[in-house]
């Protein structure tokens, strides 16, 4: 349980209470429209943010475990990684100076550990970002599927387009890292290349 419990970081409390307040903007826009959303009390936020906590921790819950295998699966094709090369997204000047100044600030012979806690931060984010989208959309499927009036439910250009966003800079981030993370292992696409 121990073990369990150390993944819990303040930055992942974090990141899961945004997540979560992207699943209730998302819900209340939907119920009450735009206008409302902001109108909370302090009594009520303090109420809230477990909510917002669960939420955002069960949401990243089903991101890691039913979304981002499928994710994970196609950036690890042969043919992706071999696209990733031709169009990284990221010049490989920048990857190898990242690569540098990450392994710069490591103790001797901790370098791959240095290299590695950094890119699991870089990671963490891309999983903000898929996280925040997925929640928008969670919020807007449930409040359809709760909904006592669904004659009623507002839909919100900005909202949708904000999730769309946040897969857009989910999908840009992890590419980017994975081709620092080819860099740095010297990764060539062939057909046998799953690990």
Known sequence: MEPLLKQFTISFLLRSIFAGGFF?????????GYDNV???DSNSMLTLLPVLLLIGVTIYGFHRSFFYPFIENFFMKPKVIDFRRRKPLISDATSNSLIEIWQMGAEQDKEKQEFNRL???WADFAHFQYTSALSIVAGAVFCKVTSTRPDNLQFYWPIFLLAVAFTVA???SDWRLRRVRDIKM????????YF
């Open 24 to 32: 209730y903007i998302s819900y209340e826009i939907g119920v009450n």
């Open 38 to 40: 902001f109108k909370i």
């Open 119 to 121: 890119a699991s931060a």
């Open 170 to 172: 989910g999908f840009t």
């Open 186 to 193: 010297n990764v060539r696409p062939s057909n046998n290349c």
